[in-house]
T-cell receptor
Framework: QQQVKQSPQSLIVQKGGISIINCAYE??????FPWYQQFPGKGPALLIA?????SEKKEGRFTISFNKSAKQFSLHIMDSQPGDSATYFC????????????FGTGTRLKVLA | DVKVTQSSRYLVKRTGEKVFLECVQD?????MFWYRQDPGLGLRLIYF???????EKGDIPEGYSVSREKKERFSLILESASTNQTSMYLC?????????????FGNGTRLTVT
């Protein structure tokens, strides 16, 4: 019930391509879904987040698509760049809860120049 | 910008040693967290604190304890280090309020227990 399943574990994309990372959750009480980006040697940092009252949120080249009925959400990186090479974590939590985020297992993205 | 500083980037300790991992944040955040990051397992919450001297167990608290004597400082303690505690440890902080306050992470401490 508390898991967030993330796939794929690793992803290689050509420069200019679209990177897609998927996450699925079980707990319908979750109502906030952030994505964190982690570069080597650094801690994760918030990239983009969505609440379930919208089906899509876009910030620059990064888009979250959210499917409430399927309990799935995904991160799309358009025009992927070598500088996007990082590990990406999806997460889920309840806004009115106890600040506990449930993180996915991470996706290591490599964008080839 | 929020700065979360972890005192050590790398630590090597022996089995049975008592280990202290220190974390300091400079943004007056009420909430502080300790996560453990392992390949294929993502980030798992060990302990968190939403106020000075307050602490709550996360998902994997066994073998760990924490201390928060001052608002800006949150320490993770391994009472008797074991090899299965070899991992990357990440400290984070967030401002109070609702659960959508972003987590601000430090750069991590890679602990090796031999």
């Amino acid at each position: 019930q508390q898991q967030v399943k993330q796939s794929p574990q690793s992803l290689i994309v050509q420069k200019g391509g679209i990177s897609i990372i998927n996450c699925a959750y079980e707990n319908t009480a979750f109502d906030y879904f952030p994505w964190y980006q982690q570069f080597p040697g650094k801690g994760p940092a918030l990239l983009i987040a969505i609440r379930p009252d919208v089906s899509e949120k876009k910030e620059g080249r990064f888009t979250i698509s959210f499917n409430k009925s399927a309990k799935q959400f995904s991160l799309h990186i358009m025009d992927s760049q070598p500088g996007d090479s990082a590990t990406y974590f999806c997460a889920a939590t309840t806004i009115s809860g106890t600040y506990k985020y449930i993180f996915g297992t991470g996706t290591r993205l490599k964008v080839l120049a | 910008d929020v700065k979360v500083t972890q005192s050590s980037r790398y630590l090597v300790k022996r089995t049975g040693e008592k280990v202290f991992l220190e974390c300091v944040q400079d943004m007056d955040h009420e909430n502080m967290f300790w996560y453990r990051q392992d390949p294929g397992l993502g980030l798992r919450l060990i302990y968190f604190s939403y106020d000075v001297k307050m602490k709550e167990k996360g998902d994997i608290p066994e073998g760990y304890s924490v201390s928060r004597e001052k608002k800006e400082r949150f320490s993770l303690i391994l009472e008797s280090a074991s090899t299965n505690q070899t991992s990357m440890y990440l400290c984070a902080s967030s401002s109070p309020g609702q659960g959508d306050s972003p987590l601000h992470f430090g750069n991590g401490t890679r602990l090796t227990v031999t």
